[in-house]
């Protein structure tokens, strides 16, 4: 509603001009500011407010419906405000088809109907169109608010990890069958919690991002000590290390959604310092390792990572710049910084190119 209050105050209106807000519903709050502001509105309730030249109109409308418990950010809503922000830094603010928007989230359409209905009560999207068919359209009006409201409600989420206690009898069926199975993202129910096998109450949270790091491991045998009485000293066990490009997708993913410090410093390290050569060779490694079906996705969430890098004075930069001195490295901060800034800004650009856009 203020961003529609500043284009009244922008246009160049004639003398006598009254310009009137009209909506489909406007909440109580809304009609408030509309009045502080001096601005005649109407909504399909049959309120109005409107003052022109010794003209005075006012009236109720009919009366609201019984109050609803308040509208809280579900793990979905939370999830798809995150996206509409991400567009938003590029300039885009028209909302997504509900199917598109559900695949990129990985969420149910119903959950995403649900959460941009949410948006909408709360005024922070607005239909633009006909409310169905081709030509309905919805935008992001208030990105500021959603901003300030997913802020307040990120910290205080539910846990991604429920700590669980279970009785085991084979512990490596166990890990390979379920362990893997959901760190491989569990295309059904995404974003929603599944219970544990030999829990009654436990659950773990359906997550998309870990996907691409189980994609053709690198594997080594490494020589290890092993208790006396068991296995020959020196024995080799071989290892699964995720490769070069599904780690980075897999570690753009928790830069996004998990947002820890180590997490863009990880990335940075090793999209700076691989040994296949760098920036450039860590974007051809993520495009390579873009898991079949889900591209867009997965390319997307690599890009969203590497934008907060590539500011030498956004927190990702100066997060890495403190851990690199904090490691013993002689550099001064700010140029720590800026080499972070780079070498991300040199892996997006790469990423970014027609070859290699997705």
Not at 12 to 31: F, I, K, Q, Y
Not at 144 to 158: E, F, I
Not at 159 to 168: E, F, G, Q, T
Request: with cysteine; glycine share 8%.
């Amino acid at each position: 509603m203020r961003s529609t209050l500043r284009t009244i105050a922008d246009a160049e209106l004639e003398d006598g001009t009254t310009p009137v807000v009209v909506a489909r519903r406007l909440s109580p709050g809304a009609r408030v500011l509309l009045t502080e502001h001096r601005t005649s509105w109407a909504d399909e309730s049959g309120a109005i407010d409107l003052a022109t030249g010794p003209l005075l109109i006012r009236a109720l409308g009919a009366p609201d419906p019984p109050p609803c418990p308040p509208a809280r950010f579900t793990p979905a809503a939370g999830a798809i405000a995150e996206v509409l922000l991400t567009r938003a830094i590029d300039g885009e603010l028209v909302v997504p088809p509900v199917a598109g928007l559900a695949d990129t989230v990985g969420v149910s359409r119903g959950a995403t109907s649900r959460a941009l209905t949410f948006f909408d009560s709360q005024g922070w999207t607005a239909s633009t169109g006909p409310r169905r068919g081709p030509t309905a359209r919805r935008e992001l009006t208030e990105r500021g608010t959603v901003l300030d409201a997913w802020s307040r409600w990120y910290p205080g989420r539910q846990d991604d990890v429920v700590p669980a206690h279970a009785v085991i009898r084979d512990a490596a069926a166990w890990i390979a069958d379920v362990v893997a199975a959901l760190l491989t993202d569990v295309l059904d129910n995404r974003g929603q919690q599944l219970a544990l096998p030999g829990c009654e109450r436990a659950t773990v949270m359906n997550v998309t991002g870990p996907a691409p790091a189980f994609r053709d491991p690198i594997v080594r045998r490494l020589a290890f000590d092993a208790p006396a009485g068991t296995t020959p000293a020196g024995t080799p066990a071989e290892v699964q290390f995720a490769n070069l490009g599904g780690y980075l997708l897999a570690k753009s993913a928790a830069v996004i959604g998990r947002r820890a410090d180590r997490d863009p410093y990880d990335l940075t390290f090793v999209i700076a310092h691989n040994s296949a050569g760098g920036p450039l060779a860590a974007a051809r490694a993520a495009h390579t390792a873009l898991p079949p079906c889900r591209e867009r996705e997965f390319i997307a969430g690599f890009r969203a990572a590497l934008r907060q890098l590539v500011d030498p004075h956004g927190a990702a930069a100066q997060v890495y710049a403190q851990q690199r001195t904090l490691d013993g490295d002689p550099l001064p901060s700010d140029v720590l910084a800026a080499d972070a800034a780079t070498a991300a800004a040199q892996c997006l650009a790469e990423v970014e190119r027609p070859t290699h856009a997705t």
